[in-house]
């Protein structure tokens, strides 16, 4: 867990506010996170401590952005899918020792997947890196980029769990205010 915390999270926050000083003397800049779609949904199993760390970037960049805008810099969190890149090769993916016996053949059929999938990503990197470029351009940038279609159904997926959850418990959670605040009240308002 410390080391995935420590490369996929705080290893671009410090990166960050390391160059921040600079473009807020120059009043402008663009900070490029690369997320996950696992930083969206932590529906992937035993991939606890990526999705942790990537949560925490998706945090950091939406609270950054808020802090920066009035100095010219712009943020993009970037949700790649599954692109065909280093990181489910062996030398690159670590596994959690000691692992739990009560996970032993759940994990074992999702390691399983994760190999079968190394070299099989349908997302072409050469072409994520011309639309980081592209994105790079763009004025306004996005604030977030979905990228690769597999991403897209995640997120998709994503926003329609939380639509279904709102609903769901949508006459309970409006009910939590004191009496005498009118509805709708709340942070901004």
Do not use: C
């Not at 949700?79 to 000691?98: C, H, K, M, V, W």
């Not at 990503?121 to 977030?144: E, H």
């Amino acid at each position: 867990m410390d080391r995935q915390l420590a490369a996929s999270l705080l290893g671009p926050m410090n990166v960050t506010r390391a160059v921040l000083p600079v473009m807020r003397k120059q009043r402008s800049g663009h900070i490029i996170s690369i997320s996950s779609s696992a930083g969206l949904s932590g529906a992937f199993e035993f991939g606890t401590a990526y999705a942790a760390s990537k949560f925490g970037l998706e945090g950091f960049m939406d609270s950054l952005h808020a802090e920066v805008a009035p100095f010219g810099i712009a943020t993009t969190i970037v949700n790649p899918g599954f692109f065909r890149t280093e990181l489910l090769t062996e030398q690159s993916t670590n596994y959690a020792e000691p692992s739990i016996d009560d996970y032993d053949e759940r994990r074992a059929k999702q390691l399983q997947f994760w190999k079968a999938q190394n070299g099989q990503q349908s997302g072409d990197p050469t072409k994520l890196a011309r639309a980081l470029i592209t994105i790079a351009s763009q004025r306004p940038p996005p604030r977030r980029f979905i990228a690769g279609a597999d991403a897209i159904a995640t997120a998709e997926q994503k926003v329609a769990e939380l639509k279904a959850q709102i609903e769901a418990f949508r006459d309970l959670s409006t009910s939590l205010a004191f009496d005498k605040v009118a509805a709708g009240a709340g942070i901004g308002s």
